[in-house]
């Protein structure tokens, strides 16, 4: 009797499942949409040598009073805000760079011999600071 049992709780268990599964009938108002597979393709990032990337270690003074410190370790260019934690940037070009969690822009100017004299921070294309 106990089996008989387990084997209908069983039945219905599946039957619910089976009914929760099911296509909405045709009459009904009830759409399905189902998504299109999209397929995002990273922008790979820019290479740059470590003497490269030494061109950018330095400390720099932005316009809100904090500094902006970026230095070089284990071959990769970090930087950090006074008061903030260190992120990791990844060049994107010649000059600029984001940070490892794509949230803010980097971008350094440089006189026409490569010297670095200023920086520009810019989150979602908003400036946040330049020096």
């Known amino acids: 009797m106990k ?3 387990t084997s209908i709780a069983l039945c219905v268990a599946l039957f619910t499942g089976v009914a929760a599964t099911a296509q909405p009938s045709p009459a009904s108002p009830e759409k ?4 299109s597979p999209v397929q995002v393709m990273a922008q ?9 990337l030494r061109e950018f270690a330095g400390q720099y003074a932005l316009q809100d009073g904090s500094t902006l410190t970026v230095f070089r370790k284990s071959g990769r260019l970090f ?3 006074t ?3 260190e992120v990791e940037l990844v060049a994107t070009a010649p000059d600029s760079f984001v940070t490892k969690t794509g949230a ?3 971008r350094f100017r440089q006189a026409a011999n490569g010297n670095v004299f200023g920086v520009e ?7 946040l600071a330049q020096r």
Do not use: N
């Open 79 to 81: 930087s950090v805000i």
């Open 3 to 5: 089996t008989f049992a």
């Open 104 to 106: 803010t822009e980097v």
């Open 121 to 127: 921070l810019r989150r979602s294309g908003e400036k």
């Open 83 to 85: 008061g903030q934690e």
């Open 44 to 52: 790979p990032p820019y290479r740059m040598s470590s003497d490269e």
């Open 32 to 35: 399905i949409i189902v998504p």
